[in-house]
């Protein structure tokens, strides 16, 4: 390759970066900063947030607009975004995918514990990129250590992406139910126990879960704070269930399912299966079936 971006790509750590690293490295050549704030109560918060300050340099994507597709009947509430239509808005953020002489390294954040940052974190690699990391803390973390904040919105050349899109990484509701009936299988709900429980359920028409489902709580990967839990704890999560099982994830809408697969790569445990409809999609057959 032309360049090389391997001395600011970490290596044993490129999952996560630190606010430290970020600023160490921020005006590296091939960096690219993305804000996935947003708020599912007010869509229209994390786009006025990023406008009143961010980190320098950094690009915004918007969970409805960019990495989502617009709800159908089924499909969920986040159904994944059209994939030609997220390609070119990579490269018009200056996104270059791997197979090109000035790969880009991207850094992703949320301030909402990675539940945005980590669908983007998600989608990138399912194109085929995987020089992108997550900062650890967040935009909060980057705030309290005092770092620098701008209202300037960037400019950038257009980058060259060109996607390799990992298609055994999604599954739909059909491949689900034919999941269920075999034993190395393991359907993981991504919610918080009550939603799981169906004690609790502010979004969806269908308290529940998918029949066989065991729950793991997205929000578990993470302190209170909103960094990573070591490498150790995600191990420790994951030790009931065999190295060996199928995992496939879901939560909702398939947004916070990512975080859930990123807790499996900080783990050291193979890739995960995303079930994209996730929860939305499923009971939408319960109320209205085909």
């Given at each position: ?215 793991y709580s997205w929000l578990e990967v993470t302190d209170e704070q909103g960094y990573g839990r070591s490498p150790e704890e995600q191990q420790q999560r994951w030790a009931g269930l065999p190295e060996e099982s199928d995992l496939i994830v879901y939560c909702g809408s398939g947004v916070t399912a990512c975080v859930n697969l990123l807790s499996l790569q900080l783990a050291g445990r193979p890739e995960g299966r995303l079930y994209a409809g996730s929860w939305s999609d499923w009971c939408s ?6």
């Amino acid at each position: 390759m032309a360049s090389s971006p391997t001395p600011y790509f970490p290596g044993d750590t490129s999952t996560l970066v630190s606010a430290t690293w970020l600023k160490d490295h921020i005006s590296e050549p091939n960096l690219i900063i993305v804000d996935c704030r947003f708020s599912l109560d007010n869509p229209a918060l994390g786009r006025i947030q990023y406008e009143e300050g961010h980190i320098p340099g950094a690009v915004y994507f918007d969970l409805n607009q960019d990495l989502s597709s617009v709800p159908q009947k089924h499909g969920g509430r986040h159904p994944l975004p059209d994939l030609a239509d997220l390609v070119n808005k990579l490269a018009a953020a200056g996104i270059s995918s791997e197979d090109t002489d000035h790969p880009s390294h991207v850094v992703v954040y949320d301030d909402s514990r990675f539940a945005f940052a980590a669908r983007f974190w998600w989608l990138l690699r399912y194109l085929g990129h995987e020089r992108v990391s997550l900062l650890d803390g967040g935009f909060q973390g980057w705030q309290k250590a005092g770092f620098p904040m701008t209202t300037d919105l960037p400019t950038s050349s257009v980058g060259q992406f060109r996607p390799r899109i990992q298609q055994d990484w999604v599954v739909d509701r059909e491949q689900v139910q034919m999941a269920q009936t075999h034993s190395s299988v393991v359907l993981v709900d991504s919610r918080t126990g009550d939603r799981y429980r169906g004690e609790f359920e502010p979004i969806d028409p269908i308290a529940g879960h998918i029949p066989g489902a065991v729950n793991y709580s997205w929000l578990e990967v993470t302190d209170e704070q909103g960094y990573g839990r070591s490498p150790e704890e995600q191990q420790q999560r994951w030790a009931g269930l065999p190295e060996e099982s199928d995992l496939i994830v879901y939560c909702g809408s398939g947004v916070t399912a990512c975080v859930n697969l990123l807790s499996l790569q900080l783990a050291g445990r193979p890739e995960g299966r995303l079930y994209a409809g996730s929860w939305s999609d499923w009971c939408s057959y319960l109320i209205s079936p085909l």
